[in-house]
Every structure is written in structure tokens, then in C-alpha cells.
């Protein structure tokens, strides 16, 4: 059960900031109306807010690249736990940004899982 978790949880991150550093606009897909981001420390729910969210943030291009990728299984049957560290660089910018984020993944209906709950710090100092 624990291999599935993290196999899972790295295919997630893996295919999360491929898209977010590709395509974010698609990044709406993986959350649903219940879905809720805090976003250095602002509240967002709800799919369609959480996109507009992310596509207006204030830079066009950005590669993310992880340092870590921790998995639980969550008491929700089929939910992960994802905590990722790692650095952000910006397009034009010198120095890397560090940041953590952590993603609680809900299985759907249909077998697919979906993001409930995201949260996004960038780590000072």
C-alpha cells in the first residue's frame, strides 16, 4: 500500500509542475468547486478561482525543481498526502526561490484522483 502512495504521489508532483511550468492554464483540471489553495497565506476555493489565481501570477515562465517528495496514505480511503520542497526560478530572475507545498489528493467517482486541499509558502532566510 505504502509503494502505490508514493508512486502515486511522484507521478502526481511530477505531471503537477510539468504542467505548471508548461501549460498552467490546464492546471484548473486537477481541482474541483470543493478544491481549496492558501496561497502564501490567502484563501482561494473553488476550481475556477484557484485558476485565475495561478495564471495571474506575476510571472510568465518559471521552472520548478524538487528537492523533496514525501507520501501518506490520509484516512480518506484512496486520499495522499504530498509535501514537496524544492526551488522556483523565475524567468529573468539570478537567484533561485525556495518553497514547500503540500497537496491533499482525493479519489473521484470515476477513479482519477483530485487536489482538495494546496498549500504554497515560499521559504525565506
Not at 481541482?31 to 478561482?49: C, N, P, R, W
Not at 514525501?70 to 526561490?97: K, M, R, Y
Amino acid at each position: 500500500m505504502e509503494e502505490q502512495v508514493e508512486l502515486v504521489g511522484r507521478a502526481f508532483v511530477n505531471h503537477y509542475y510539468q504542467l505548471f511550468d508548461t501549460n498552467r492554464f490546464s492546471l484548473s483540471s486537477l481541482y474541483q468547486a470543493t478544491s481549496l489553495l492558501t496561497f502564501e497565506g490567502q484563501k482561494i476555493h473553488g476550481a475556477d478561482d484557484i485558476a485565475l489565481k495561478i495564471n495571474q501570477l506575476p510571472f510568465d515562465n518559471c521552472m520548478h525543481f524538487i528537492t523533496t517528495i514525501d507520501c501518506q496514505p490520509s484516512s480518506l480511503t484512496g486520499g495522499i498526502l504530498v509535501f514537496v520542497s524544492g526551488n522556483l526560478q523565475l524567468a529573468g530572475e539570478e537567484h533561485q526561490l525556495k518553497f514547500s507545498q503540500m497537496f491533499h489528493l482525493i479519489p473521484t467517482v470515476e477513479g482519477s484522483l483530485f487536489v482538495q486541499n494546496d498549500i504554497f509558502r515560499l521559504n525565506y532566510g
